[in-house]
């Protein structure tokens, strides 16, 4: 690692600053919270276990535990018995629950679309093209096991975590 690469891991930190302030102004507007659509959004792929939640959002299982709780109560997500283990649950979506999300990520990406209109077509283009870059790096995080035991031993490479809690704070 050179000083160029300091330099624009610099520029890029900052720039993803702005990125996730943009956002949580953008979805500041909306009835629910940026980490309860992670919470929404993680639960589409199925039932989860609550733990398994606040993993997949980097905060601590009692908090997870609250914020699936407000779920619950307003009818988004329900929990069930766990088949596997007696003691656990699993929380899940509902009809009410996709329906919501579908209507939060539609509202969102609405917001995003209009900002984006402002931009010229070759700048559209530009971020386009960044997105797998992006996404990749966003995915080949050596924090996780996974990609620490194929990382080089150099302690000092570093990538960007993309939990939600990071990107998105406790909130909006």
Known sequence: MNELDVEFAGRLRGALRH???FIRQIDAVSPLS???VSMLGYLRGGGRRASDVAQFLGVR????TQGLNRLV???FVERRADAS????SIVALTPLGVETLD???RNRNERVATALALLSAED???????????ERLMHDDPATPEASAAAPASGSASHLDAR????????R
């Open 164 to 171: 939600p809690s990071d990107l998105e704070g406790a909130g």
């Open 34 to 36: 940026s980490q309860q």
């Open 85 to 88: 283990d007696a003691r656990a």
């Open 124 to 134: 559209r283009a530009l971020l386009e093209g960044a997105l797998p870059v992006l």
């Open 103 to 105: 209507h939060e990520e």
């Open 61 to 64: 299982a009692p908090t997870a």
């Open 73 to 75: 109560e307003a009818g």
């Open 19 to 21: 990125v996730v302030q």
